[in-house]
């Protein structure tokens, strides 16, 4: 069964550095997104991404986020100066071209930042 | 603003004994209302979407079922591995593709 697998699962690092988390969507979908669960709280969305481009971005996606498709398999979520805030799971989802079908979730990067 | 509202909290209930998990929305247009699983430190696991009041989906021991203002999903005679936070999740005609996600309901079924 396809899944969508992000890498790693776990991450440590100090704060004010930058982080990369990977993602590989299900093969034929068109649509990406970002969403992250600080514990114990609710999933949160973050970003959605299609034909290349940012489609929707919520108040949390500032300037320190960027994402990328940096070839045909990959979707990446960069933080650009981590914040002890930005500590929480990490989901990438995806889903196909169909106007409201569901998303599909990885497993999720843990980021904690110290 | 969307909002997405889920109770109870938490739900413990002997193996076999039925029950339901209740999640209350308001939106500006249902697109879709959408049921995940989740199990501790893992991603929501995909379960059903409904579009419409009156719509039904059945898997296995679980049942989701929509109203306007309301989507219930039930379980029947459950086991221990049902065991896991449920989510619920909507859709807007405000939003191009983004869910909204309520606070989600932790059963825990006993053997």
């Known amino acids: 069964e396809p899944e969508v697998t992000q890498t790693p699962s776990h991450q440590v690092t100090q704060m004010g550095q930058e982080v990369i988390l990977r993602c590989v969507p299900i093969?034929?979908?068109?649509?990406f997104y970002w969403y992250r669960q600080i514990l114990g709280q609710k999933v949160e969305f973050l970003v959605s991404?299609?034909?290349?481009?940012?489609?929707?971005k919520s108040e949390i996606f500032d300037d320190q986020f960027s994402v990328e498709r940096p070839d045909g398999s990959n979707f990446t979520l960069k933080i650009r100066s981590t914040k002890l805030e930005d500590s929480a799971m990490y989901f990438c989802?995806?889903?196909?071209?169909?106007?409201?079908?569901?998303?599909?979730f990885g497993q999720g990067t843990r980021l904690t930042v110290v | 603003e969307d909002q997405v509202t889920q109770s109870p909290e938490a739900l413990r209930l002997q193996e076999g004994e039925s029950s339901s998990l209740n999640c209350s929305y308001t939106?500006?247009?249902?697109?879709?209302l959408f049921w995940y699983r989740q199990d501790p430190g893992k991603g929501p696991e995909f379960l059903f979407t409904?579009?419409?009041a009156g719509e039904e989906k059945e898997k296995e021991r679980l049942k989701a079922t929509l109203t306007k203002k309301e989507s219930f999903l039930h379980i029947t005679a459950p086991k221990p591995e049902d065991s896991a936070t449920y989510l619920c999740?909507?859709?807007?005609?405000?939003?191009?593709?983004?869910?909204?996600f309520g606070s989600g309901t932790q059963l825990t079924v006993l053997p």
């Open positions: 989802a995806s889903s196909d071209t169909g106007a409201d079908t569901e998303a599909f």
């Open positions: 093969s034929n979908h068109l649509y």
């Open positions: 991404f299609y034909n290349n481009e940012i489609s929707e």
């Open positions: 939106v500006s247009g249902l697109r879709g």
């Open positions: 409904l579009y419409s």
């Open positions: 999740a909507v859709r807007s005609s405000g939003s191009a593709r983004q869910l909204t």
